[in-house]
């Protein structure tokens, strides 16, 4: 298991980057925490996949400072309990989505900008603010007809 970490982070640079591992923001993940809990009171077992993602986690954790994302539990748990790896997307793909509602929902009726507030500039990203953000008919000025 180690080598094939190792040959991982050979191949990028010196980061592993291994689905179900690590976050882009944040390192560790909250979400986990809860499901284990779950997962304990409804008398669920560590299988033999989650006790693999928990060997890779703690490799990752003691040579990478990176940890396992709920991705990784609850693949890993899905395969415990003999889902495919296309009912495991399927299931994800329902995840994303609500998610993406949520956000969308969640953003629908504040000011344009408020959502993402980074605009790239030739080498530096900067946050604005929604007071700055220029308005739909701002940025649609000079733009040809169609």
Known sequence: ???IIQDECGRRGSKPTITGYARPIARGDERIPPMQRLSQELGFEVGEHLALAYEIEK????HH???MNI???VSAFLSDHDFTA??????????VISGVTACYADSRDRPAGSFFRCVATTSTIRARSPANYPSNSQRLK???ET
């Open 71 to 73: 991705n990784g539990y």
């Open 1 to 3: 298991m180690a080598e």
């Open 65 to 67: 400072g990176e940890s």
């Open 59 to 62: 490799h990752l954790q003691q």
């Open 86 to 95: 296309e009912e495991a997307y399927r299931l994800f793909a329902i995840v």
């Open 142 to 144: 000079g733009l040809p």
